[in-house]
């Protein structure tokens, strides 16, 4: 079973919370088999499934993903949950459907508070192209690994990749993690090909910082 942080966080979470007419019961076993083998069927003409979940994406960029503030907050739920999924252990001997989805305890149902301890008039906000999304996860795991500051990413519908990093509202060196952060981040712009010094993320970071 491979896990990741946005495949938990897109079934057991986003769709829930984003502001949508649109519902899918993943506790009702037919209809989410109906729905996977329309998308997944190597036999039917996928096409209209295929879009259905292209503007799901669309409508969750537009209502969840593109406000700095939730999306940090989103992430770091979606890491808990992740995290919970891990310890609980293999699943490869055991129905991890009815453990996860149809358990009403379970670390997929069960509520998680939309805390923000981090500074949310000050999140650094960089986007990268579609052929660099890979490589910005370099990046977003190394400030996320930068202790006192708090993460999230998103993927916007054009196939960029937005990482935002903020500063924890307890720490108290504030200047000494934002500067660490200006030393990540542009040490990590200097070393992508095809950067222009007068690319605007460099900009973005110094007045971070």
């Not at 990482?163 to 990590?188: P, W």
Request: net charge positive; with cysteine.
């Amino acid at each position: 079973m491979n896990l990741t942080i946005r495949n938990v966080a897109f079934i057991s979470y986003d769709l829930q919370i984003a502001n949508i007419p649109l519902t899918l019961d993943i506790n009702n076993e037919n209809q989410l088999a109906l729905f996977m083998g329309e998308l997944l069927s190597e036999y039917n003409d996928k096409t209209s499934m295929q879009k259905l979940v292209s503007a799901i994406i669309k409508m969750l960029d537009d209502t969840v993903y593109n406000e700095p503030i939730k999306a940090i907050c989103y992430h770091q739920i979606s890491k808990s949950i992740v995290k919970q999924i891990k310890e609980t252990g293999n699943f490869k001997n055991s129905s991890y459907y009815k453990f996860l989805w149809q358990d009403s305890n379970s670390v997929c149902n069960k509520g998680y508070p939309q805390k923000k301890p981090y500074i949310q008039a000050e999140i650094l906000k960089l986007t990268f192209t579609s052929d660099g999304r890979s490589g910005a996860m370099c990046l977003f795991y190394k400030l996320d690994q930068i202790k006192g500051t708090y993460v999230g990413c998103y993927d916007r519908f054009s196939g960029e990749r937005t990482i935002l990093v903020s500063i924890s509202k307890k720490a108290v060196h504030h200047g000494k993690i934002a500067f660490r952060i200006l030393k990540e981040v542009v040490s990590f712009l200097r070393h992508l090909p095809n950067t222009a010094p007068e690319d605007k993320r460099f900009l973005l970071v110094v007045k971070f910082f």
